[in-house]
C-alpha cells in the first residue's frame, strides 16, 4: 500500500468514527432541531448562491476541458433557478413528518406484556454519485430528517460545487446545534476513497446508496461488503390490453414514453394485445412517431408505418433513456406478463385495459416494485406516491423496494413493557 | 479449478435455475396449497419417524467417531419427542396467517390514484445452518409459507437425518400440487456447496440466512455476494435501577440468566445502579451463586459473596451462553446506558425499575433490537412476541431487526389503479 493510500484510509476510518459518533447523538435528535439544521441549509444555500455558482463555474470549465459529454454537464450545471429548486427541497424536506419514534405497530400480548415497533435511523447512510451536485443537498437532507449520519462521495468533476453545498448543510447544522459531521463530504476526488467506502468501513457504515447509471451501481453492489439500496435500470414496460379504451392508452403511452425520456420511470417497451392490434397499434405508433420518437418494431408495428425501425433482440432490453420505443404484438395479457417477466428489470411496468379481470391479472402477475393500471410510468415517483423526496427509486427486494424516502431510511426496534413477568418453562 | 468444483459449480447452478422457476409458482400459490404441504409434510414426518431415527442414528455415529462435543451431539440428536416437536412446528406455521398479498398500506392521492402496499415473497432464501436437523424442517416451512423457494445447506454431521426430513417435505409439496424443488437441499457435504451459495449465485438468490454460531454467521457476511439476515451474538444486559423492585429484579434476573442458558436472550452481565447497591446487588448475586450459577464481578459484586470470581475486561464482551453472568455496579441509567453501548451486541436488553422516567430513558436511548421494561430478556422470541415461529433474531438493522418470522421474510410491491391518469409537467 502507499502513502497516499495510508493517509486515505487513516482519513475514511476519521470519517467513519466521526459519523458513527454523530450518528448516536442525531437519532436522539428531536425534529425540531432537525428542521432547523434544514431551514438554515436553505437559507444559506440562497445567500451563497454567488459563491455556489462560482464554484460550479470552475466545475464546468474543467469538465469541459476533459471533454464531458453535453448530458453530462447539463446534469453538472448549476444555474439560480436550479439551486432555488434545491434551496425550496431542503424546506420540502423540513415539511416531512419526522418518522423516528414513530410506532409503526403495538399489541398486547395475553401475559400483558405491552409490544410497539417504532422506527430508528439505519445509523450511518453512505451515499455515493455521480457529478450532480444537487444530489449533495438531497441526500444529506434526507439522511438528516430520518436521523441517520451521511457520508456524501459525490463525482470527481463536481467537487468544487458539492463543497459549496456542503457548506451550506454544515452551516444549517451549526445553526441547530447539531454535530457539522453529521453530513460529512468526502474531501478527495481520490477514486481510493471509494474503495475503503465500500469495502474498508463496515464497522461504520451500515448502508452504501449509490445514485448514478448503470455501472456505477453495478460496481457498488459487486463491491460493497456492506448493505445496498441499489437503483438499478427501469426497462419499463406499457401493455395496451384488447379491452383498453384507445384515447386512453395514446395518452398513457405518449406520456410514459417522452414526458420525461431520461427518467427511470420512461417507458421503454410497448406492448399490444394482438386483439386491438388492428384498431389500436397503427394510431399509437403513429401518435409516437408524429411527437418525434423512434420506434423500434417486430413485423407488425413495422407494417403501420414505414418509419418505424425494424427490433433487434437487444431492443427488448434497453433502457434508452431517450425518445426511443420498442414495440410488439403480444398474445394477451400472459405473453405480456411472460415477455416482461424475461426482459423487464423490475421497476415500474402498466397496463391499459377495461377489463378488470385482465387487469388483477397482470397487477397480481407481473413481480415489480410498481405495477400500474390505466395510469402512465411517469408516476414512479416518490413525491407522486406522497411520499415525499425520495433518493431513488429501489429494484432491491431487501429493505426497501420502490421509492426510497424518509421512512426507508429507518429500522425499527422493539420496545416491551412489562410488569415483572419472566419466561415460564 | 478443479473437476470436482466444475460439477459443484454446475449443481449448484442447476439448483439455482429450478429454485427461481419454484419461487415465481410459489408467489402465486394460495395459501390452501402452502398449508396443505405443511401439514403433509408434518404427517410425513410421523409416519417416516422410524427411518429419520435410523439416519440420525448413522449421523450421531459418524458425529462420535469425529469427537465431536457434547454439546453438539446433544443438538444433533433426535429422538420420538423432538421428532413430533418438528412435525408439531410445521402444523403451528399451518396456521399463521399468510403473509403473502397482505395490503401492508393504502391511500388516494389528490389526482385519484389508488395506492396500495402488498406484501410479496423475497424470492429465493439460502439457508445455512450447523448440524441443527429441526432446522431443515423449521427453515423450509417458514420459507414455504412466505412463498418462497428455499436452498438449504445443514452441516454436514446431520447430513442423513437433513435428507430423510427433507424428503417428508418434498412428500408435502408433491401431495399440495406444489413443486418439490421449492424446497431444495445441497446434496453434498463439500464445502464448496457453501462458497458458491454465497458467492457464486447471486442471479438466484435473494438473502442468505445463516443460522449457527459466531463463526458461521461471521463466514457468511464477510463472504456473501447476496443480502444477509445475520443473528449475531446476544450479549444481553439486566440493568437492576435505584428505583426497582427487589424481588421483581430478582426474579426477572434469575429467569434471564438460567431459565435456558443456551439461548441467544439469555442475560450475559448483570448491571446494578450504585444508588440500590447496597440493599439489592447482594440477594441478586447470591440468589445467582445458589441457583448454581458463577457470577464474575467487580469489586463491589465480589465483596458480597467470597463465591463471587474477579471479572476482567474480556467478562463484559462475553455471550457465555452458559451458568455464568458478569456482574457490576453502574452509575445509574446513564451509564448502564454507555455500558452496553460500549459491550453489549445490540440484540436484548431490560431495566427493572418502578421509575417511570427512568424507564423510558433507557427503552429510548439502547439501541438494541429489543429493549425491556420490568420483563425478562428470555422473552426474545418470535412466539413470545405473538409472530409465529421464527428463524431467528435478527441482530442486523437492515430490512428485517429482531424476531425474523414469516413477515419479515417477505418484500412488497406497489399496486397503483387509476382511470388514465397521465403526469404532467
Chains 1, 2 share one sequence.
Not at 406520456?255 to 406492448?271: F, H, M, Q, S, Y
Request: hydrophobic share 45%.
Amino acid at each position: 500500500m502507499t502513502d497516499a493510500g495510508e493517509t486515505i484510509g487513516s482519513m475514511m476510518d476519521r470519517i467513519g468514527r466521526e459519523a458513527v459518533a454523530a450518528a448516536a447523538l442525531l437519532a436522539r435528535a428531536p425534529r425540531e432541531a432537525k428542521d432547523r439544521a434544514l431551514l438554515a441549509a436553505a437559507a444559506a444555500l440562497r445567500c451563497r448562491a454567488g459563491e455556489i455558482l462560482a464554484a460550479n463555474g470552475r466545475d464546468l470549465e474543467g469538465a469541459r476541458a476533459a471533454g464531458l459529454s453535453t448530458a453530462m454537464l447539463d446534469r453538472l450545471a448549476l444555474d439560480e433557478r436550479r439551486l432555488e429548486g434545491i434551496a425550496r427541497g431542503m424546506e420540502d424536506i423540513a415539511d416531512l413528518p419526522d418518522p423516528v419514534g414513530t410506532v409503526i405497530a403495538e399489541w398486547t400480548r395475553p401475559n400483558g406484556l405491552r409490544i410497539q415497533r417504532v422506527r430508528v435511523p439505519l445509523g450511518v447512510i453512505g451515499i455515493i454519485y455521480e457529478s450532480r451536485p444537487n444530489v449533495t443537498a438531497d441526500a444529506g437532507g434526507l439522511c438528516l430528517k430520518s436521523g441517520n449520519a451521511a457520508i456524501l462521495r459525490g463525482g470527481s468533476e463536481s467537487v468544487n460545487s458539492s463543497r459549496a453545498i456542503h457548506a451550506c448543510l454544515e452551516e444549517g447544522l451549526e445553526a441547530a446545534g447539531l454535530p457539522v459531521t453529521a453530513i460529512q463530504l468526502v474531501p478527495t476526488a481520490d477514486r481510493e476513497a471509494v474503495g475503503y467506502l465500500l469495502k474498508g468501513m463496515a464497522d461504520y457504515v451500515d448502508v452504501i446508496v449509490p445514485r448514478g447509471g448503470k455501472s456505477l451501481i453495478e460496481r457498488v453492489q459487486q463491491d460493497a461488503r456492506v448493505p445496498v439500496i441499489g437503483h438499478l435500470e427501469g426497462n419499463c414496460h406499457v401493455y395496451v390490453d384488447g379491452a383498453a379504451d384507445l384515447n386512453m392508452a395514446r395518452e398513457i403511452v405518449l406520456n410514459a414514453k417522452l414526458r420525461r425520456t431520461g427518467v427511470c420511470g420512461a417507458a421503454e417497451t410497448l406492448l399490444v394485445d394482438r386483439a386491438c392490434a388492428t384498431t389500436h397499434l397503427a394510431p399509437i405508433v403513429r401518435a409516437l412517431l408524429d411527437a418525434g420518437c423512434e420506434v423500434r418494431g417486430d413485423a407488425a408495428a413495422r407494417a403501420t408505418d414505414p418509419r418505424v425501425l425494424a427490433a433487434t433482440e437487444e431492443d427488448w432490453r434497453t433502457e434508452y433513456l431517450d425518445a426511443v420505443i420498442a414495440a410488439r404484438v403480444v398474445d394477451g395479457v400472459d405473453e405480456a406478463i411472460s415477455h416482461i417477466a424475461r426482459y423487464g428489470s423490475a421497476h415500474t411496468e402498466s397496463i391499459v385495459t377495461e377489463d378488470a379481470a385482465a387487469a388483477e391479472r397482470f397487477l397480481q402477475n407481473v413481480d415489480s416494485a410498481i405495477v400500474l393500471h390505466n395510469a402512465s410510468t411517469q408516476f414512479a415517483d416518490g413525491a407522486e406516491f406522497g411520499m415525499g423526496a425520495e433518493i431513488g427509486i429501489s429494484t432491491d427486494r431487501f429493505h426497501a423496494r420502490g421509492p426510497v424516502g424518509v421512512e426507508q431510511l429507518t429500522s425499527y426496534k422493539y420496545v416491551v413493557r412489562g410488569a415483572g413477568q419472566v419466561r415460564p418453562g
